[in-house]
Every structure is written in C-alpha cells, then in structure tokens.
C-alpha cells in the first residue's frame, strides 16, 4: 500500500521581501526587534493564547523562507513549534534596567534560526514589578507599520481581552491623497522594472510603459541620479568597521504635549523636532569623543510609508527611504530645528522615497553578489537609520495586562552601525537607540543627551515669549 505525501504549498517572495532577507549579514541582522514593558506579571499561559489566537491569525507567521535554484518562497512549516517561538527568560541580579537593556542587546545581535519561521517573543519574569516581552520579527515579513497594526492586534483597550474587540485608527496620520497617489505610481513603476529587468520587454513595444516614461519618467530620472550623486557620508565616530554585536539603551519618556508645544512655537512638526534633538545628542556625544563637528552634516535614512492605512495590516514591506540632513556641526538648537525642517519640507515634495523603493525591489532581482555591492554602495551615503512611529494615545493591554512602555528598533543596513527609533504611546514619547557595539560602546551616552536637547528647545520657546505661557507646558 503506497502513501501519497502531501505537499505544502509555497507562495512567492516579493522581490522588495527579498531584498530585505538577502541583506542580512553577521554585522547587521535584518531583525525588527521590539520591546513592551508591563505594569504586572503577564502569564505565559495568556500571552501563549494571545498570540496563538491573533498574532497566528496572520498565516504567514507560521510559514519560513525556502531558497532554492526556482526562486525564494514562504512555506508552511511542518515542524511549527509555539513553544520554540515564545519563550520564558529571566534577568540576573537585581533584573533592573539596565540588565534588561543587555539582555535585549545580547538578542538583537542573535540571528534567529533559519529553518524555522523567523520570529520569536522572550517573555521576562520579574521586572521592575511586572514584565517585559521582547519582540524578534525578520524584516522580510513586514516593515514596520504593517508590524506596529499586528502587535497592535494582539492588544485591548481595558484587561478584559476579547476578539470581538477592535482598536480604532484614528491614531495613525494618513499622509491622505499624497500616499494613494503614490500607491498609482509605486505600481506603475514596479511593473516597468520587472518587465524592463525580468522579460527583457521592448519599451517601444509596450504603450502602457512608454506612457510611464514619458510622463513621469524624467522626474525618476531626476530623483534618481540626484540619489546616485550624493557623496559618502563622512567617517566619524560614528562610522567604521563594524563588529557583531549590537547595544541598545532607550531615555525616560518625555510628554507628547511638550513637543506639540514647541512644533507650535517654531511651525515645526513633531517628527522635526525629535529629529533635531537627536542630531543635538549626536554633536554633543561626537564632540566628548573628540570628533571635530563645525559645519559636518551626516545623514540619516528615515523610512517613509507608502502605503494607504486600508492595507495597513497586509505584510510585506511597502516603505521607501529618503535621506536626511542632519547639522551636527550647528551649535544652536534652534537653527539645528530649522534646517531640518527646510530638509524634511524638499523631502515631502520629492520622489525620493519611491525611486528607493524601487531600487530596492530592483535590487531583489540581482544576483546576490551584485546585491551586496549595491546595498553596501547605498548605506555608504547615510550615517544611522532613523525612524518615527506616531502609536496610539491610550493605554493598552496585552493579556489583561496594562504596557506601560514600549521601543523598537529596525535593523542597520550594509555598513551604518546606527539606528534610532521614536514611537509616541499614551501621551508620551519614547526615544531608543541601537548601535555597533565597537562604534558605540556607550549608548546611554547618547541616550542621556536626547531629553537635555528637548528642554533646550523648550526653555527657549518659553523665554523668548513666542506665544508659548508656561502653564500650556508640562515641565519636561
């Protein structure tokens, strides 16, 4: 009697999904690696439930990645283990912050096994009188908004967990008409790429492509060689060979009404002035190393979403990149606020973004020696990856249990050592940053300089009477 062996089905990797899983490198792991810190003891039994109920409710979360001569596909695992997945992890001596800040770091430079679906979550027993649960999820399943609505997903908004129930979206911005218009050309553009690189199709032949080109095919053009000719970013401490170990450290939480005060008093966005408190840190920290910063700039990859919010919770990745100018040779806080935001305003008004995302699903199509030599040519003109998740402004639970606070911190790519990640949660902005371990051993060296940085704004907003009284400002 012969049996007949069932064969699991595999489903195509997205050539852009593949970029991302082709980049990774001892160096640098292409891990989007998170960290949530509750008010009590969450259970292992209820967090197990939780996630085998919701975070399981998207199949591909139980499929790996197969590589073979045919392509690269997602492929249901056979073998699929809750219990490898989700695991119970304690902290040594007094378990405080500082020991979960190692034990996360020792994580995120541990690569996740590669026969298995690449994610984990290590929840941590007895810490600072609850829990913490650290998150490990390949970049290859998602970027990061589509993974904020699935971790979201996976939360209530009181203790009493229930499917029926469904978060609101009122709180991630919709970049409105510009994103949907976009979408239209993202789509455009990926087509002409995989029919130009992928069946080798006669431009003159195709209408639908000629059209393309001939309409907006000189504004690609444009944002295109304008990306090839930008100059490395210059060696600092802050670059150099990298090692295999990463740090992460991440501030004490500031108020989210102060910042908005302050994006009034200099017409400002939030995303600009935490991005010009961080370039305040990074001076200060190059110049305790000894760096010489008058008149440097260094840039910063800053992901920008693609996507309409609709398809928020559709995995994959959809994000482009644009470059960031950030002053650290600029002395004063205000003119370091005011030069990023002329940046941030050109950006907005660019292509940039979707010319990367192009080139990064074009990228997906090389072979892998020619993908290195191209990832590496584009991580050599940014110094760190910088990123901006606006969360929801309400408390939320997972497994009954209260968040009290929550980071992540996406992956550096080819040779940037650097990341540093915002995300803005009940009333509060949170401020993490992941580093080489040989660049900077010292994190909280940085860390510490973010929030003095923040109240320099502040104080001067205040004392120059820009509109701004005291009492519409809690005190940072």
């Not at 994959?316 to 003119?335: A, I, T």
Request: with cysteine.
């Amino acid at each position: 009697m012969s049996t007949v062996r069932k064969t699991r089905k595999k489903v195509p990797m997205t050539k852009v999904d593949q970029a991302w899983l082709h980049m990774e490198k001892p160096t640098n792991l292409m891990m989007i690696t998170g960290v949530m810190m509750f008010e009590k003891p969450v259970d292992i039994v209820k967090l197990k439930k939780v996630i085998k109920d919701r975070f399981m409710a998207y199949p591909r979360f139980r499929q790996k990645v197969v590589v073979n001569t045919t392509g690269t596909f997602w492929q249901d695992d056979a073998d699929f283990d809750l219990d490898w997945h989700v695991r119970l992890s304690a902290l040594p001596g007094k378990a405080d912050k500082p020991a979960l800040e190692r034990f996360v770091s020792l994580l995120a430079s541990t690569p996740l096994d590669q026969t298995k679906p690449l994610w984990q979550f290590h929840l941590v027993d007895k810490f600072d009188g609850g829990s913490a649960l650290i998150m490990r999820i390949h970049h290859c399943y998602a970027d990061g908004i589509a993974l904020v609505q699935v971790l979201l997903s996976m939360t209530d908004s009181d203790d009493k967990p229930s499917k029926a129930k469904t978060l609101g979206k009122t709180w991630l911005k919709d970049d409105g008409q510009a994103v949907n218009e976009r979408m239209g050309a993202i789509g455009r553009y990926m087509k002409m790429g995989e029919d130009l690189l992928g069946k080798g199709v006669d431009l003159y032949r195709d209408p639908s492509i000629a059209s393309v080109v001939a309409k907006e095919g000189a504004d690609i053009a444009r944002e295109l060689a304008f990306a090839l000719s930008l100059s490395d970013d210059p060696e600092t401490v802050l670059r150099g060979r990298l090692g295999v170990r990463k740090r992460v450290a991440w501030a004490p939480p500031i108020p989210l009404e102060d910042v908005k005060a302050i994006s009034r008093v200099f017409d400002a966005t939030v995303n600009d002035i935490l991005m010009a408190c961080m370039a305040g840190a990074l001076r200060s920290y190059m110049i305790d190393r000894g760096e010489v910063v008058d008149g440097l700039t260094i840039r910063a990859t800053v992901p920008v979403n693609l996507r309409p919010l609709e398809h928020a919770k559709k995995l994959g990745n959809h994000f482009g990149l644009v470059f960031l100018d950030l002053p650290v040779g600029e002395p004063h806080p205000v003119q370091r606020l005011l030069r990023v935001t002329e940046c941030m305003t050109q950006l907005k008004q660019s292509r940039q973004a979707i010319v990367a995302f192009g080139l990064l699903a074009t990228i997906g199509m090389l072979p892998p020696a020619v993908q290195q030599l191209a990832l590496e040519l584009f991580s050599r003109k940014a110094t760190t990856v910088a990123t901006n998740v606006p969360g929801p402004q309400m408390p939320l639970y997972m497994a009954g249990v209260k968040i009290k606070e929550q980071m992540f911190w996406v992956p550096q790519t080819g040779s940037i050592g650097l990341g540093v990640s915002i995300l803005s949660y009940n009333g509060n902005v949170h401020f993490g940053l992941i580093a080489d371990a040989k660049l900077i051993p010292d994190p909280d060296a940085v860390i510490k300089r973010f929030i003095p940085e923040f109240e320099k704004l502040l104080y001067i907003a205040l004392m120059e009477d820009w509109g701004v009284k005291p009492e519409q400002s809690a005190q940072a």
